[in-house]
């Protein structure tokens, strides 16, 4: 074979076909130790133990997860005037707590002045968008963009449940786009203040779950893990409005770019001395600090392995 061949030949392809999970899905339950119901009420059930939840999980990967529906379940979020971001006074206070793992304030700064803005009702979906969900977005459009997660492009059966990373905003808008299409409904991205009060609820939390930092409630790099895990496996860290995994797992990317809020200053870091426009990205993830579960906190996917980033959707309209 000549080099020039090279390119052209299937054994020089990057990526092989998808397999359809289909293939490898367990066909006699039995194997599991519960119904695919009774192991979804006990990856959500706090009183459970992590162990014991990832578990549960993990054979939801194998066999199907009953959780994740053509249409995605999602949660009403009562819309109005809602109060956002920080105020400038508290920027020292939160560097300070957070100085342990690197925090500075530039970083936090970006979350200043706090200010009004309407949100009108809308809907957020439970979950994450999973790698299976994505894989039918991948073999319905015959899209060639594969998660950087999925080493040498292979669809990772074995976590079909886990959220999706190391995508493209581009991509999460184009999954938006397909799943319109393909379910009659309008989705879309959430904008950076829907998700903001979807996970810090009418009371402003630090955190979805309260004021105080938790590493039993997030899966962070403070969890141990150092890996995704199953969709709602952190029961604990459930919003006020009954969303998951808005702390943790993966961080999601909003509609927004990242700008200024008004009257603040724009801060030029380093994801805009690398990148210049970028997309805002909230809720951390397993492989960041516990700071980036910050309810208020913004982010962005700093090119590189250390920030795979996923998304969920969101809609207007009552699903």
Same mark, same amino acid.
């Given at each position: 074979m000549r080099l020039a061949d090279v390119p052209y030949s299937p054994h020089f392809r990057e990526y092989a076909e998808l397999t359809d999970p289909a293939l490898l899905r367990l066909a006699d339950h039995r194997l599991a130790s519960a119904d695919p119901a009774s192991l979804a009420q006990r990856v959500e059930d706090p009183s459970v133990p992590l162990g014991e939840r990832l578990a549960a999980g993990s054979v939801l990967g194998l066999v199907g997860d009953p959780r994740l529906t053509p249409v995605p379940a999602t949660r009403a979020v009562d819309g109005?005037?809602?109060?956002?971001?920080?105020?400038?006074?508290?920027? @020292? +206070?939160? %560097? @300070?707590?957070?100085?342990?793992?690197? %925090?500075? +304030?530039? !970083?936090?700064?970006?979350?200043?002045?706090?200010?009004?803005?309407?949100?009108?009702?809308?809907?957020?979906? &439970?979950?994450?968008v999973t790698n299976e969900q994505y894989w039918k977005f991948l073999t319905d459009t015959g899209g060639q963009s594969r998660p950087t997660t999925w080493y040498l492009g292979a669809f990772p059966w074995d976590r079909s449940n886990h959220p999706v990373a190391g995508v493209t905003a581009a991509d999460a808008? @184009?999954? +938006?786009?397909?799943?319109?299409?393909? &379910?009659?409904?309008? !989705?879309?991205?959430?904008?950076?203040?829907? !998700?903001?009060?979807?996970? @810090?609820?009418?009371?402003?939390?630090?955190?979805p779950w309260g004021d105080t930092f938790d590493p039993a409630l997030a899966n962070t790099r403070e969890s141990g893990l150092h890996t995704t895990s199953p969709v709602g496996a952190f029961p604990g860290g459930r919003s006020p409005f009954g969303v998951l995994d808005l702390a943790g797992n993966v961080e999601e990317y909003v509609q927004d770019d990242y700008a200024p809020y008004p009257g603040g200053r724009h801060v030029a870091d380093h994801l805009v001395e690398t990148m210049g426009t970028y997309r805002v990205a909230r809720g951390g993830s397993f492989c960041r600090f516990g700071d980036l579960t910050r309810t208020r906190r913004r982010h962005g996917a700093f090119p590189g392995p250390l920030y795979p980033v996923g998304f969920r959707l969101a809609t207007s309209v009552r699903p």
């Open positions: 109005g005037d809602i109060r956002r971001g920080l105020p400038p006074e508290e920027v @020292a +206070a939160v %560097v @300070a707590r957070w100085s342990h793992v690197g %925090v500075v +304030a530039d !970083w936090i700064e970006k979350e200043t002045p706090d200010h009004t803005v309407s949100v009108p009702d809308f809907w957020i979906c &439970t979950y994450p808008d @184009a999954f +938006a786009e397909w799943l319109s299409g393909s &379910t009659g409904h309008p !989705w879309r991205l959430p904008t950076e203040a829907e !998700w903001e009060y979807a996970a @810090a609820g009418p009371d402003r939390l630090e955190f």
